[in-house]
């Protein structure tokens, strides 16, 4: 999810992004890490994958990447975001290749926001001073990782956070789907280009048969104490159910209940909270038990945990482009 700033979640929200492969998480493997080098993608991803455009607005038009070449224009425009515009610091891979690569990348379906009328000629050229030829930019990416292919190539991303295969286990007749690596070009970051990415991630949903949405979502800061007010709100206004509950992984769990209920000013905490986590929590979201530092980027994660039946009706209605004129 990409960090505060980068882009709104509808209505007035923002997202977050999932930031690069945490420590201890089971990862595919050698083999998906260089497909993900390339932009490639493992044959299993692909098998199931549709051609077709999730909708269009304008010259905005939002699908699942088809060839190599997206993925990695999608993995420089993460780079550009994350590690250039944002605190995230590059290992030496990601340095050489300019682009936001892991494992995941070749097991994951890449949602885009491409725009047909801009020339990406017009940002850089080649080095012999001949424009690139005049292809549609990749101006906005979600990367999604579905349930069937998260077991089969080592698990879920927010497992090195998150105990989720308990979650997983106590709801073995539902289909779960991950979220992450969002991120949106500067100059589209409005209400446009977030409706487009919801408006394809709900056809995913739809063509995929998923039924519950889990991500990692961050505050700002390392220093649980700095943030007792915000945690303590989340653990007391929406602490998941126990049957929707998936705990922080006990050497890295966190306690959220810091503060009384009595002790939290409501609005005060809403006020120290994410744009992302706010906008989750409107769409019907709850929050995992424990929260997990993150040092080399800065913040304090938790788990988000949406099962579709949840979100309101008017929201998919809200985001159903069918409804008005492109």
């Known amino acids: 999810m990409t960090r505060p700033g980068n882009i709104?979640?509808?209505?007035?929200?923002?997202?977050?992004?999932?930031?690069?492969?945490?420590?201890?998480?089971?990862v595919p493997g050698l083999?998906?890490?260089l497909q993900a080098y390339g932009g490639l993608q493992a044959w299993a991803a692909r098998a199931h994958r549709p051609s077709q455009s999730l909708g269009r607005v304008g010259s905005l038009e939002v699908r699942l990447a088809q060839t190599a070449q997206e993925v990695r224009q999608a993995q420089k425009l993460r780079y550009r975001v994350f590690y250039q515009e944002g605190p995230a610091i590059a290992n030496p891979a990601r340095l050489f290749s300019r682009r936001?690569?892991?494992?995941?990348?070749?097991?994951?379906d890449h949602l885009l926001v491409i725009d047909h009328a801009k020339d990406r000629a017009k940002d850089r050229t080649l080095r012999d001073g001949h424009p690139l030829n005049n292809r549609p930019a990749v101006v906005g990416t979600y990367r999604l990782l579905r349930q069937p292919l998260a077991e089969e190539y080592g698990g879920f991303y927010s497992a090195g956070e998150f105990d989720v295969d308990a979650l997983i286990g106590r709801h073995a007749n539902l289909q779960f789907l991950e979220l992450g690596r969002s991120c949106v070009l500067a100059a589209y970051r409005n209400k446009r280009t977030v409706e487009l990415l919801w408006h394809g991630i709900h056809a995913y949903i739809l063509q995929n048969g998923c039924d519950v949405m889990i991500g990692c979502a961050s505050l700002d800061g390392t220093e649980p104490k700095q943030l007792a007010l915000p945690l303590s709100f989340l653990h007391h206004y929406a602490r998941a159910p126990e049957q929707w509950r998936a705990r922080a992984l006990p050497q890295r769990y966190i306690e959220m209940n810091r503060l009384s209920k009595e002790a939290i000013d409501p609005k005060a905490a809403l006020r120290m909270l994410p744009p992302l986590i706010k906008g989750y929590l409107r769409l019907g979201a709850l929050i995992g038990d424990g929260a997990v530092v993150d040092h080399e980027f800065g913040t304090t994660d938790v788990l988000i945990v949406l099962p579709i039946s949840e979100i309101k009706q008017r929201y998919f209605e809200h985001f159903d482009l069918s409804r008005r004129a492109a």
Do not use: M, T
């Not at 977050?16 to 420590?23: A, I, L, M, T």
């Open 100 to 108: 936001d690569i892991d494992a995941y990348d070749a097991v994951c």
């Open 8 to 26: 709104l979640i509808p209505p007035r929200g923002l997202f977050e992004r999932f930031r690069p492969q945490p420590s201890g998480a089971g």
């Open 31 to 33: 083999i998906s890490a």
